[in-house]
């Protein structure tokens, strides 16, 4: 049964798109306004793992074919994640205590043990699936009117060209630079932690596979030197994705994707071999430098670097929320990197923001009448700002623990 209740979610990433599932099934009414012009105008990062948490979130929002799709497009995980240093000698004692290893990708269950590897822009496809109607393409969302009459109780979108639409909810989803957030809570802003990560990929095609350590081929591996730290993990897909999606979910379009060596190096950009990483826009120039950062290592790993593709590169800094602030009863409320952005240690920005999602969506299914909306909000805000508070903890943590 269709819902009376309409939101508005400014931002199609991965927890706006989740959220947008779950209220799909819900039978709620949901409109995405996302800034990219389409689905494909940029890249959309590399390897994400999703946890426990992030797979129970998606269990919960996606349709069961849809999440049947999500679980079999994760790649396969051949072996235990190692632990050294740049010498190859063993350094399990930093290991961030939220890591956990990949599981099988086949797994019939969100419960089973380990974290599922997958390629983001996959995900985002599985995500989008039956929205495409829903989402507004090329429609920033740059601010909100909150100042309607209680009784009303609408949050009034205004897009980048000045329309406006209202709507009994509206959701800040647009990212760890929401505009949303920087207007209605100025003060909440992250703080820049003194790092940057860079990430890249180094294709497995055969000649390359074949000048690669087999270690490096067979699960994740994590390199700890003084003030940067290397993840790398392979990222192999069982079967071409397309097939894989009209087997399982029939309709919804995967692209194509190679098999490739995800690496992503988290470190003070002085250990990253350049001052001022924003200063030089060229991704061959972070290339060099992260090759001269490592000129020492085994060899084995800086093939990783000699290898990769210097186009696959993108960087950013790593900047952090002292904590999730409270806000006014405002018809306005946020998930995500807007409200609680993360350092990209331990992988806990990703899940937090599906589990969002799941959150949000469990609570506005609830609601049987305009008078519940509110408290039903209320109650996802305090169980946000519980969660949120603690993966901050964490992966602050964690941070330093890579960083050290």
């Not at 999730?324 to 409200?339: N, S």
């Amino acid at each position: 049964m269709k819902h009376p209740m309409r939101i508005g979610i400014a931002g199609a990433g991965l927890g706006g798109l989740c959220l947008a599932q779950g209220l799909a099934r819900a039978g709620i009414e949901a409109d995405v306004f996302e800034r990219d012009a389409g689905m494909h105008t940029r890249a959309q990062g590399y390897r994400l793992r999703i946890d426990a948490d992030g797979q129970r979130a998606l269990a919960a929002c996606l349709a069961p074919d849809r999440y049947a799709l999500f679980r079999h497009s994760a790649t396969q995980a051949h072996g235990a994640p190692r632990w050294i240093g740049p010498d190859l000698a063993p350094r399990g004692e930093r290991r961030p205590d939220n890591w956990r290893a990949t599981g099988a990708a086949d797994a019939a269950t969100a419960t089973q043990d380990g974290d599922l590897a997958v390629h983001r822009q996959t995900l985002r496809e599985i995500l989008s699936d039956g929205l495409r109607a829903r989402i507004r393409y090329g429609q920033p969302v740059v601010a909100v009117d909150v100042s309607a009459a209680p009784a009303a109780a609408a949050g009034t979108l205004i897009t980048a060209e000045g329309q406006r639409h209202a709507y009994d909810l509206v959701v800040a989803a647009d990212g760890a630079a929401s505009p949303l957030r920087q207007t209605l809570l100025p003060h909440a802003t992250a703080h820049y932690l003194g790092a940057y990560i860079v990430y890249g990929r180094t294709p497995l095609d055969p000649a390359r596979q074949a000048a690669l350590d087999a270690p490096l081929l067979e699960g994740a591996t994590v390199v700890f030197a003084s003030g940067l730290s290397l993840i790398v993990e392979p990222m192999r897909f069982a079967q071409p994705l397309p097939a894989l999606a009209e087997r399982l979910a029939p309709g919804c379009a995967l692209s194509p994707q190679d098999d490739y060596l995800y690496w992503a190096f988290l470190g003070r950009p002085h250990a990253l071999g350049s001052p001022a990483l924003e200063d030089h826009p060229d991704p061959a120039a972070w290339l060099a430098g992260l090759r001269h950062a490592v000129r020492d290592w085994h060899p084995s790993l800086r093939r990783v670097l000699d290898l990769a593709d210097p186009q696959s590169l993108s960087q950013r800094a790593v900047r952090m929320p002292d904590t999730v602030p409270e806000w006014p009863a405002w018809p306005v409320t946020f998930l995500g990197d807007a409200i609680h952005a993360m350092s990209p240690a331990g992988g806990l920005g990703a899940n937090t923001a599906l589990a969002d999602a799941a959150s949000l969506a469990a609570s506005l299914a609830a609601v049987r009448g305009p008078a519940g909306l509110r408290p039903a909000v209320q109650a996802y805000e305090d169980d946000l700002r519980s969660r949120g508070r603690a993966a901050l903890r964490t992966s602050l943590a964690g941070t330093q623990r890579l960083l050290a």
